[in-house]
């Protein structure tokens, strides 16, 4: 049974049964499936967009993203983001991984990009995204992990396996 229904995500309480056998009641936030991209210019360094975001009434370093549309593949989805909220087209995207967010009351597990052999395009936003974008090299946005400047996990988990994977540790 939905408890609330948004345009961007649902609310359903159901029973569960688990492994233990115990039965519950239980509330999940049900969310459409999304992506975000982590593009990477020529020289190496990142871009993440800079937004406000309501729900914590802060401006939240990230990277770009949004939901997969009807009849989309991640893939297309995340070209589009990345052009929509930066004003980047990407020559190459290639799947780093798929992770859930918050498993203990949603469905979210977003799939992340890494896009490369960017050009500029026109940016298209929705008239709630407020957004700037930051160009920083892998060690700045490192210290900004450390510093806390850099919030959203998903984008701080994104940068660590790129910086990983850069230097061949993963």
Same mark, same amino acid.
């Given at each position: 049974? $939905? %408890?609330y229904r948004s345009k961007k995500f649902l609310i #359903?309480?159901?029973k569960v049964t688990l492994p233990n056998g115990k039965k519950m009641t239980m509330e999940v936030l049900l969310k459409k499936p999304g992506v975000s991209i982590l593009p990477i210019m020529e020289d190496g360094r990142i871009i993440l967009i800079r937004q406000y975001r309501a $729900? %914590?009434?802060k401006w939240i370093y990230e990277m770009p993203g949004g939901s997969i549309e009807k009849g989309e593949t991640p893939r297309q989805a995340a070209l589009r #983001?990345? #052009?929509e909220e930066t004003g980047y087209k990407a020559t190459k995207i290639r799947f780093m991984l798929k992770a859930y967010t918050t498993p203990y009351f949603s469905t979210d597990s977003p799939y992340?990009?890494?896009a490369s052999g960017l050009r500029r395009a026109k940016a298209s936003r929705e008239e709630d995204e407020m957004i700037s974008i930051k160009v920083l090299s892998i060690k700045q946005a490192l210290r900004m992990i450390k510093k806390q400047k850099i919030e959203d996990l998903g984008t701080v988990t994104a940068i660590l396996m790129y910086s990983h994977i850069s230097k061949g540790l993963i």
């Open positions: 049974m $939905y %408890v #359903e309480r159901k $729900y %914590v009434n #983001e990345l #052009e992340v990009f890494v």
